[in-house]
């Protein structure tokens, strides 16, 4: 079995920023894509960034040039750096993570982490 937990959301001020962070732990033999996900109150789940094993990043556009994916594969964690916060990134924060633990390939969620921002 694999968990994954997430820590670093709180209640910013528009402008102010943020540092998630996500650690997986359990059966983990590689750790292929991981990536943020979040969901505002009433809308679906959506997708923020994700990055590759070898480090290659995707990003959606309204994140562009405000967020930055990162992760430290020795600790199995991957961060989401969120600059210049607005109030429509209000939301509950996801980590997700493919992850082979010899056998198989999985995909895991953590429990997610709420991320507010309001004046």
């Known amino acids: 079995q694999v968990q994954l937990v997430e820590s670093g959301g709180g209640l910013v001020q528009p402008g102010g920023s943020l540092r998630l962070s996500c650690t997986a732990s359990g059966s983990i033999f590689s750790i292929a894509s991981m990536g943020w996900y979040r969901q505002a109150p009433g809308k679906q789940r959506e997708l923020v960034a994700t990055?590759?094993?070898?480090?290659?990043?995707n990003y959606v556009d309204f994140v562009k040039g405000r967020f930055t994916i990162s992760r430290d594969n020795a600790k199995n964690t991957v961060y989401l750096q969120m600059n210049s916060l607005k109030p429509e990134d209000t939301a509950v924060y996801y980590c997700n993570a493919g992850v082979y633990d010899g056998s198989s390939i999985g995909d895991y969620w953590g429990q997610g982490t709420q991320v507010t921002v309001s004046s």
């Open positions: 990055i590759t094993s070898g480090g290659r990043t």
